[in-house]
């Protein structure tokens, strides 16, 4: 017997959306450290990320525009939203910002707060990652040190 589909016991909701967000703060820090080495590049333009995730509202309303009903796949054999309909992930875009004139939109303090801040919000997740951790370690422990 195949078994499919299965779910760990580590796998919660909570753990799933800090996985989600520390990936997009890992790729958004890979996309700040490049805009701040490019600084001194000639005609370069900053990158971000968009902000957030998209909201599951907005996912809904594709999904109608596009003729499907919302649908929750809990088993493979269901039927999937169609491609055009899922969640994507952001990918970088170009952000507007004064020039200096050689054409460049880096301002370098402005990178660095950014950069900052990203840090922030990582070790934050980290500590939300870590807490759910140590409660299902707590949990199989039954409590005992």
């Known amino acids: 017997m195949r078994i499919t589909g299965y779910r760990t016991f580590w796998d919660t909701p909570t753990l799933q959306t800090t996985e989600r967000a520390m990936n997009r703060a890992t790729a958004r820090h890979k ?10 590049t000639p005609n370069f333009v900053r990158m971000d990320l968009p902000e957030g995730e998209t909201p599951p509202a907005r996912i809904t309303q594709r999904a109608l525009q596009a003729g499907a009903l919302p649908l929750r796949a809990t088993d493979p054999r269901h039927v999937a939203l169609p491609r055009a309909a899922q969640a994507q992930q952001p990918a970088p875009t170009p952000q507007p910002a004064p020039m200096r004139p050689d054409g460049n939109t880096i301002d370098p303090e402005y990178e660095m707060a950014q950069l900052a801040e990203n840090e922030l919000r990582y070790a934050m997740l980290a500590r939300i990652a870590n807490s759910q ?10 409590g005992r040190q």
């Open 133 to 142: 951790i140590q409660g299902l370690r707590n949990a199989i422990r039954e």
């Open 31 to 40: 996309i700040l450290a490049h805009n701040l080495a490019n600084a001194n």
